[in-house]
């Protein structure tokens, strides 16, 4: 760690620690649109108000079914070596429906807006518009562990499903080499089981948890964020959700409820004590119990690319910016395995714009929520990445 690094990290954190002391769990009421459980504050525990009404928890569980889960892994610091750390890795575990009903398929379709990044079973994806099993998001190089430790999972869980069948999860990923250990490959199949065995509803954790544990954006900390919004047609009442692992973005360009706030923040500075390479991405999620067609929701998928851009996102060389987005709905006709013409609902493709929209709310509230609730994280080689400063953010409520 560099001289001038340390003086200004232990002044600031004394100056955390003296002037503005962060209160205990207990001293913060759990309210789940303004802080995690854990506590750590959301956008809207600062006072911003992105636009859109906000589901129950606003988060992507509040489609019912939709579960979440994680494994965080945050060991050791110092020099890299290779195969032992320091360790800032995880997987994410997105369950579509619940696990007695993972088997049954969802309408999904995918987009990608920038593809140099990976997002498994896309082909099957745009061939059939079916979505089963859990999805997960990890780091680059545990990918293609993620993926197939799920059908391990799946075909452990559902020995009879999968017996004379095949799966073909999806898995995401982005780059977390800043900071971990990423050619240690610290990720095994027993960390993906317990992300999705752990998966629950409800609340969910953000920022520096599970495949976001190492990821960054516009120079900040980043990784794992939601967000919902409650919508409704035709005299129902519908549900959007987004999850986002977001690690893209320059400083120059943050961009926060119109605000152009990048160029002014200097401060606090990454510490790159090895090349901080352009390796960005973010990998969407975006779901819902509107019945909509895969077609439809492949326009869905397309619409999260404008969230991200009213962040400050342009789609880098470097950046793999890809979109998913899968519907709960139709769901006995999707479970039928009987040969028989088949009957769905959908929404007219003409009627879609208030879906775009939620979209669009829902994915900028997310990527925002990612590094509002998130600290400081120093990884490999003394290389440092600082949270985003509250104190700028209330200054825009």
């Not at 001289?3 to 600031?12: L, M, P, S, V």
């Not at 955390?16 to 207990?26: F, I, Q, T």
């Not at 750390?85 to 398929?105: D, Q, Y």
């Not at 780091?139 to 562990?145: D, R």
Request: aromatic share 8%; charged share 20%.
């Amino acid at each position: 760690m560099k001289t001038g690094f340390r003086q200004y990290y232990w002044a600031r954190t004394l100056d955390a620690l003296l002037k503005n002391r962060k209160p205990a769990m207990s001293d913060i009421s759990f309210n789940s649109k303004k802080t995690t459980p854990a506590r750590k504050m959301r956008a809207a525990g600062l006072g911003l108000e992105f636009p859109g009404e906000p589901g129950q928890h606003n988060s992507i569980t509040d489609v019912a079914g939709v579960s979440v889960g994680y494994t965080t892994l945050i060991e050791g610091q110092g020099a890299l070596q290779v195969g032992k750390g320091p360790v800032r890795t995880g997987v994410t575990a997105i369950l579509p429906r619940s696990k007695s009903e993972i088997c049954i398929p969802v309408f999904a379709g995918c987009f990608s807006f920038n593809g140099n990044g990976e997002l498994t079973s896309s082909h099957y994806l745009e061939e059939v518009g079916l979505l089963t099993l859990p999805i997960t998001i990890t780091n680059t190089h545990a990918c293609g562990l993620a993926r197939d430790a799920t059908l391990r999972w799946a075909s452990q869980i559902y020995p009879v499903e999968f017996l004379d069948s095949f799966g073909l999860p999806v898995a995401a990923e982005t780059y977390d080499g800043f900071l971990n250990d990423i050619n240690g490959f610290h990720v095994t199949n027993e960390h993906v089981y317990d992300a999705i065995e752990t998966a629950k509803s409800g609340p969910i954790e953000e920022g520096s948890v599970g495949g976001g544990t190492g990821m960054k954006s516009f120079g900040f900390k980043a990784g794992s964020g939601t967000a919902s919004r409650r919508v409704g047609y035709a005299g129902r009442d519908y549900t959007v959700g987004v999850f986002v692992q977001s690690n893209f973005g320059k400083r120059d360009d943050l961009t926060i409820l119109g605000h152009p706030i990048g160029k002014g923040l200097s401060e606090p500075k990454m510490v790159e004590q090895t090349a901080s390479t352009e390796l960005s991405s973010i990998i969407g999620i975006v779901a819902t119990d509107a019945p909509l067609l895969p077609h439809q929701l492949k326009r869905l998928a397309r619409r999260a690319a404008l969230g991200m851009g009213k962040t400050g996102g342009i789609g880098a060389h470097g950046s793999g910016d890809i979109f998913l987005a899968f519907s709960t709905a139709n769901g006995d006709v999707l479970a039928e395995t009987k040969p028989a013409v088949q009957s769905v609902a959908f929404i007219p493709d003409a009627d879609l714009d208030f879906l775009f929209e939620a979209v669009i709310q829902a994915t900028e509230e997310a990527i925002i929520n990612s590094m509002v609730a998130n600290e400081d994280m120093e990884g490999r080689d003394g290389n440092f990445v600082p949270a985003l400063p509250h104190s700028v953010l209330k200054d825009l409520a």
